[in-house]
């Protein structure tokens, strides 16, 4: 039974994959066909810019620092943590980077606990794809602690995502835990590796005015840690964000985002996550966040 699940999921990704990676090429076909209308002595308007990589290649040294104060900590439709500072640094050359992101704040509203995180992350991004490992360290266990804890401990993740162009800001992630913390305890009372994954699909759309709109919608396709190792496939992410940019300076800018997130597994099976818990964040199926950051480029 779980291997026909498992079977019938993987089908469906891979189908959306392709469905996802087939559109550019489509585009691609009618360059082609004005190409040959071309040649046969068409008169036929060139594009600028090809649909399929039409991103920048990454010449020399790149970085990049920014710095957000947010009302809410949600990550991937599980509500993490209350009020909190987040900032990250980037370096790169040539597609290959190493980025670190910290965060520190509060788990609840009545500050008495306070959550601190440190990511790194180490990969390479080019033609739209993006390939990296993720290690979230929580300061609940040693740095090189990679014990499969039920509870607590260090997280090592493998991250594709792919966007087709920034003319058709279209993508998919996907995100395996492959070592560290992922357990649970079966029936017997061993302990289960789960390697929870997560997918999402997400779309970015530029609009006047220096704002910009972004919708995502995210799932696990099997027991994992965003079920809380419950349940089979489940939808645990809506999201909709609403930035708005200003330039500072040619290096410099600042941005305000509004963020609501809905996780539509915690509303089912358990509705009365959708009251407003604020001395509990991580019952709140439905989120709203704030956020003001300035950063580098």
């Known amino acids: 039974m779980l291997k026909d699940r498992f079977r019938s999921m993987l089908q469906k990704v891979i189908a959306l994959t392709v469905f996802v990676g087939a559109i550019p090429f489509l585009f691609g076909a009618r360059v082609c066909a004005d190409e040959i209308s071309a040649a046969e002595g068409q008169e036929v308007v060139k594009k600028e810019n090809k649909w399929l990589d039409d991103y920048h290649k990454p010449i020399g040294l790149t970085y990049n620092v920014q710095a957000v104060l947010q009302t809410a900590y949600v990550w991937r439709g599980m509500s993490v943590g209350a009020a909190n500072i987040q900032a990250s640094a980037n370096v790169g050359y040539g597609g290959l980077y190493l980025d670190m992101w910290w965060n520190v704040g509060v788990e609840q509203w009545n500050f008495k606990t306070f959550q601190p995180e440190v990511d790194f992350s180490l990969g390479f991004a080019r033609w739209g794809l993006n390939v990296y490992m993720l290690y979230i360290y929580n300061f609940n266990c040693g740095f090189f602690d990679f014990h499969n804890y039920p509870d607590k401990g260090n997280r090592l993740e493998l991250n594709v995502k792919y966007t087709i162009s ?91 985002k509004g963020q609501l997130t809905i996780n539509p597994y915690l509303m089912a099976t358990d509705k009365s996550s959708i009251e407003w818990h604020s001395f509990n964040p991580t019952n709140q199926s439905i989120n709203v966040n704030v956020g003001l950051g300035v950063y580098l480029k």
């Open 166 to 256: 920034s003319k058709l800001p279209l993508g998919i992630l996907w995100a395996t835990r492959v070592a560290a913390s992922d357990g649970y305890l079966n029936t017997t009372g061993d302990m289960v590796r789960a390697w929870s994954s997560y997918a999402e699909i997400f779309y970015t759309q530029n609009l006047p005015y220096d704002l910009s709109l972004h919708g995502a919608v995210g799932f696990t396709p099997w027991k994992s840690c965003y079920t809380k190792y419950k349940g089979d496939f489940a939808v645990t992410n809506i999201t909709i964000c609403l930035r708005k940019d200003w330039s500072l300076s040619k290096h410099c800018g600042m941005m305000l």
